[in-house]
């Protein structure tokens, strides 16, 4: 136990979040079991972290953070190791990476049910459907997602600025107001290509190649996140990468269900359970018409953020996917964004239609009263037309 707190306050005293997630105002603390799920790389670590040095004492043994990936739970489990650390006065257990843990969910019901003083936060994949497969936590689990970096984020990190993020009606109803609150203190064009590029995953922040470090990134979320929780045989790996790079390489539009079963030697339903598990794992997203979903064929397949398109083929990136990529990502996190009927168009909530335009070339299309138009090379908006970069202040 000495060896875990020893851990615990070096990583407390190290840890560097230099940007404080809007998740942690969001999450009811007094709940005493709480997941967080996320994609590889958005700092769910770091989160765990963060919340132990705002809320105790570097020296606190009230909490300590566990990480599953230690060799010393293949033998040993959470319960039992809670048990311990409950009988020396632990309060709060941190746990990450639950999901390398054998029957995690059963461990975690019996901490529950043993150890009713105990407050267990824990972190696990995107990948895992904590309530749906695991119905021993139904009822004491309460979850939560950790995203990557919004533009928002990205924008106060660089500049030093502190804008808070607003609701989908604020900026739709005072997107004028919000602007001009805004541009006196930032230009937000001179940030936005660069966090489309390389913005959405916070080890940006680290002194090595960013895309080399998203690449690795992509292949454990296939390699790890998906084979180990959906208990995919190893063989079928190759399978699994080659239909991302063809979803991929494809751009945006309705996947040829057919085509790539052909392409990856299998049938048309494993196709699409591999393209839901990418889904799953914040490699992709699915946009559908309205009223449609899994397991239909979707109308529209695009990478879940615009990072990803230039780390896989970045010779042919298209500043249209690019856009729209964006904006679905932006609004993703509170809204049901489909597939509207024209191109470039999408459904937010069942009933707004939004289409992406680049204000450069607004002169070839039709403005339309009923369609809100999210313009990008533009700082600014008027009427219906509203930029595109600030729809990256939703979260």
């Not at 997941?35 to 989160?47: A, D, L, P, S, W």
């Not at 319960?79 to 843990?101: H, I, M, N, P």
């Not at 461990?107 to 824990?122: A, G, N, Q, S, T």
């Not at 919000?178 to 680290?206: M, N, R, T």
């Given at each position: ?62 909490c ?18 809670a ?14 990476q ?9 461990e ?119 084979l180990l ?89 298209v ?5 729209e ?7 993703w ?22 289409r ?26 008027f ?13």
């Amino acid at each position: 136990m000495e060896s875990f707190f020893r851990t615990h306050k070096y990583l407390i005293e190290h840890v560097n979040a230099p940007v404080r997630r809007t998740l942690m105002d969001e999450i009811d603390w007094n709940d005493s079991m709480i997941g967080i799920k996320g994609t590889r790389g958005v700092g769910k670590t770091t989160f765990l972290l963060q919340y132990a040095k705002e809320n105790f004492n570097v020296d606190d043994r009230h909490c300590l953070y566990v990480n599953m990936n230690n060799f010393y739970f293949q033998g040993r489990g959470i319960a039992d190791f809670a048990g311990d650390f409950v009988r020396q006065g632990g309060r709060v257990l941190l746990v990450d990476q639950v999901f390398k843990q054998p029957n995690w969910s059963k461990e975690l019901r019996l901490c529950h049910d043993l150890y009713p003083e105990l407050k267990i936060v824990f972190t696990g994949s995107s990948v895992m459907r904590l309530k749906e497969e695991n119905p021993e936590l139904n009822n004491i689990v309460h979850s939560y997602n950790l995203r990557g970096f919004s533009f928002r984020e990205f924008l106060n990190l660089q500049t030093g600025t502190q804008f808070h993020p607003y609701t989908l009606d604020e900026v739709l109803n005072d997107y004028t107001q919000i602007i001009k609150d805004i541009l006196p203190k930032v230009c937000p064009l001179q940030y936005f290509q660069s966090y489309v590029h390389h913005g959405f995953y916070p080890f940006f922040l680290e002194h090595r190649n960013y895309m080399e470090n998203l690449l690795k990134t992509m292949n454990m979320m296939i390699e790890v996140d998906i084979l180990l929780v959906r208990q995919i045989e190893l063989k079928y790996l190759t399978k699994l990468k080659k239909l991302f790079y063809q979803l991929a390489v494809d751009g945006t539009k309705s996947p040829n269900i057919s085509q790539l079963a052909l392409d990856i030697e299998t049938s048309r339903a494993t196709v699409m359970n591999y393209v839901k598990y990418l889904a799953d794992a914040r490699l992709i997203n699915m946009i559908y018409p309205v009223g449609e979903e899994f397991p239909k064929k979707p109308a529209k397949v695009m990478l879940h953020n615009s990072n990803l398109t230039y780390a896989i083929y970045p010779n042919t990136v298209v500043p249209q996917d690019v856009m729209e990529t964006f904006f679905v990502n932006a609004l993703w996190k509170d809204h049901t964004v489909n597939q509207g009927d024209k191109e470039q168009q999408y459904i937010v909530d069942g009933n707004r239609k939004f289409r992406i335009i680049d204000a450069k070339g607004e002169q070839k299309v039709r403005i339309d009263a009923d369609t809100i138009y999210a313009r990008y090379n533009t700082e600014v908006g008027f009427e219906n037309q509203i930029p595109l970069w600030l729809f990256g202040f939703l979260y």
